[in-house]
Nanobody
């Protein structure tokens, strides 16, 4: 079982930056692919970014490419999402997720474990 706890959300002005963290439990963190999704009321969960267990491969949604960076620290069992040049349309609850295996997926159905989410609000 893997437990995920997100932190770092908050209110920021457009053009600003935030760093989200996702702390995980379990000794096998380094074997999990990790992802970030986001969701707004009435909409489906949207893929943001994912990182391979070895951190050598990452993938991003087109809407955040060049502005967001996913990274991980396999010593601290933590994955990060650095967000810059934030826009009001980035406002959402951001979720961290995990799955076994080396492939990266952009579908939420491919992930086995989820955190509770952290709210990010970008004001115009």
């Amino acid at each position: 079982q893997v437990q995920l706890v997100e932190s770092g959300g908050g209110l920021v002005q457009a053009g600003g930056s935030l760093r989200l963290s996702c702390a995980t439990s379990g000794r096998t963190f380094s074997s999990y692919g990790m992802g970030w999704f986001r969701q707004t009321p009435g909409k489906e969960r949207e893929f943001v970014a994912a990182i391979r267990w070895s951190a050598d491969i990452t993938t991003y949604a087109d809407s955040v490419k060049g502005r967001f960076t996913i990274s991980r620290d396999n010593i601290k069992n933590t994955v990060y999402l650095e967000m810059s040049s934030l826009k009001p349309e980035d406002t959402a609850v951001y979720y961290c997720c995990a799955r076994r295996g080396g492939r990266l997926y952009s579908s939420p159905n491919e992930y086995d474990y989820w955190g509770q989410g952290t709210q990010v609000t970008v004001s115009s």
